[in-house]
C-alpha cells in the first residue's frame, strides 16, 4: 500500500492519535460552557496558543474531551502538514455515521458536516422551508467546531435542516503562479460534493479573513460528486469552473481563513491554512 502524504486528510477515533495532534501544537481542548438553562449544549474545540480563544469554550480535562466525543459518536478529521510542508492546523469534528469511521482510517478530502440544502422536488418546492428560528441554527457552533450533529449542540433538533457529509473543501491554491495579483486565475478553490444529493448553492458565500467575499450565482447546483473550481480572476462561468471576479489576489499566501456560509447566513465551513 502507498504511504499517504502528510497533507492528506485523515480520519480518527484514536484518543493517543488526537492526543498528540493537538499536543505538538502546544494546543489545548476545549468544549461549549455548560449553562444552567443549556446544559446538553457541548460542542468540542482545539484552543491554539496564538489564536484568539471563543469566550463560548472553556479547556476541558482529556477525559472529558475524549467522552463527549464518544458521547456525540464524533470522529476527528485533520491534517498532518500544508501541502508546503508547514505544520497544520486544519482539523474538523465529523459524524461517525456519515464517514463510516469507528476506528482511525485514512481520507483524502477535507470532508465537513454541513447543514444541505438539496434541490427540493416539485412536490416539495411550494413548502415552507425552515421555521421561524432558522437564522439563529448554527451548525458550526463556534470557532473550532465544524460538523457538531444537532444532537450535540441542540437539545430540541431542527427538522429544517440536517448534518450531513456534503460540501468538500478539495484544495486551497492561494500561491498563483509568478505575480499573484497578475495570474489570478491561477489562485483558487476547488469545492466538491460529496453528498448524495445535488447542492443547490445559490445564495452562498465564500469570504476570507478580511471580509472579501464572493457570492455563489442564482440557480448554481452542485451535482453529486462533481467539482467546482472557483477562481479568483475574471472569466466565463461554467459548471466546472467559476470566477470571483476580483481585481487583485484574494488568499494570502502566509495563511487565511476560508469561511463558506448558507443562503441564511450560517456558517459550515471554516478552514483556516
Same mark, same amino acid.
Not at 416539495?124 to 448554527?138: A, F, L, V
Not at 488568499?251 to 478552514?271: A, P, Q
Given at each position: 500500500m502507498t504511504a499517504q502524504p502528510s497533507w492528506a486528510t485523515r480520519t480518527t477515533t484514536d484518543h493517543d492519535t488526537i492526543r498528540e495532534w493537538v499536543e505538538r501544537r502546544n494546543a489545548t481542548p476545549t468544549a461549549g460552557r455548560e449553562t444552567e438553562s443549556d446544559a446538553d449544549r457541548r460542542a468540542l474545540g482545539i484552543d491554539f496558543p496564538d489564536a484568539e480563544s471563543d469566550e463560548d469554550f472553556e479547556p476541558v480535562a482529556w477525559d472529558a474531551f475524549f467522552e463527549t466525543l464518544g458521547e456525540a459518536s464524533l470522529a476527528f478529521r485533520y491534517k498532518e502538514t500544508n501541502r508546503n510542508g508547514e505544520q497544520s492546523r486544519f482539523y474538523r469534528f465529523v459524524?461517525?455515521?456519515?464517514t463510516g469511521v469507528a476506528?482511525? =482510517?485514512g481520507g483524502d478530502a477535507s470532508v465537513v458536516a454541513v447543514a444541505t440544502e438539496p434541490v427540493p422536488t416539485d412536490s416539495e418546492s411550494g413548502s415552507e422551508q425552515g421555521s421561524d428560528d432558522d437564522s439563529e441554527t448554527d451548525p458550526a457552533r463556534g470557532s473550532t467546531a465544524e460538523g457538531v450533529p444537532d444532537g450535540v449542540l441542540d437539545s430540541e433538533p431542527?427538522?429544517?435542516t440536517k448534518l450531513t457529509v456534503g460540501l468538500v473543501v478539495d484544495e486551497i491554491h492561494e500561491d498563483a503562479g509568478g505575480y499573484d495579483h497578475w495570474n489570478r486565475n491561477d489562485e483558487y478553490l476547488v469545492f466538491r460534493n460529496d453528498g448524495d444529493e445535488p447542492l443547490a448553492l445559490a445564495g452562498w458565500t465564500v469570504e476570507n479573513a478580511d471580509g472579501e467575499t464572493y457570492e455563489f450565482p442564482d440557480e448554481f447546483v452542485l451535482e453529486p460528486n462533481r467539482a467546482v473550481t472557483?477562481?479568483?480572476g475574471s472569466g466565463p462561468d461554467t459548471d466546472r469552473d467559476l470566477?470571483?471576479?476580483s481585481p487583485r489576489a484574494v488568499w494570502k499566501n502566509t495563511g487565511d481563513v476560508?469561511? =463558506?456560509r448558507n443562503r441564511d447566513g450560517t456558517r459550515v465551513i471554516r478552514e483556516s491554512y
Amino acid at each position: 500500500m502507498t504511504a499517504q502524504p502528510s497533507w492528506a486528510t485523515r480520519t480518527t477515533t484514536d484518543h493517543d492519535t488526537i492526543r498528540e495532534w493537538v499536543e505538538r501544537r502546544n494546543a489545548t481542548p476545549t468544549a461549549g460552557r455548560e449553562t444552567e438553562s443549556d446544559a446538553d449544549r457541548r460542542a468540542l474545540g482545539i484552543d491554539f496558543p496564538d489564536a484568539e480563544s471563543d469566550e463560548d469554550f472553556e479547556p476541558v480535562a482529556w477525559d472529558a474531551f475524549f467522552e463527549t466525543l464518544g458521547e456525540a459518536s464524533l470522529a476527528f478529521r485533520y491534517k498532518e502538514t500544508n501541502r508546503n510542508g508547514e505544520q497544520s492546523r486544519f482539523y474538523r469534528f465529523v459524524r461517525r455515521e456519515e464517514t463510516g469511521v469507528a476506528d482511525p =482510517v485514512g481520507g483524502d478530502a477535507s470532508v465537513v458536516a454541513v447543514a444541505t440544502e438539496p434541490v427540493p422536488t416539485d412536490s416539495e418546492s411550494g413548502s415552507e422551508q425552515g421555521s421561524d428560528d432558522d437564522s439563529e441554527t448554527d451548525p458550526a457552533r463556534g470557532s473550532t467546531a465544524e460538523g457538531v450533529p444537532d444532537g450535540v449542540l441542540d437539545s430540541e433538533p431542527r427538522p429544517a435542516t440536517k448534518l450531513t457529509v456534503g460540501l468538500v473543501v478539495d484544495e486551497i491554491h492561494e500561491d498563483a503562479g509568478g505575480y499573484d495579483h497578475w495570474n489570478r486565475n491561477d489562485e483558487y478553490l476547488v469545492f466538491r460534493n460529496d453528498g448524495d444529493e445535488p447542492l443547490a448553492l445559490a445564495g452562498w458565500t465564500v469570504e476570507n479573513a478580511d471580509g472579501e467575499t464572493y457570492e455563489f450565482p442564482d440557480e448554481f447546483v452542485l451535482e453529486p460528486n462533481r467539482a467546482v473550481t472557483l477562481r479568483t480572476g475574471s472569466g466565463p462561468d461554467t459548471d466546472r469552473d467559476l470566477h470571483w471576479g476580483s481585481p487583485r489576489a484574494v488568499w494570502k499566501n502566509t495563511g487565511d481563513v476560508l469561511t =463558506v456560509r448558507n443562503r441564511d447566513g450560517t456558517r459550515v465551513i471554516r478552514e483556516s491554512y
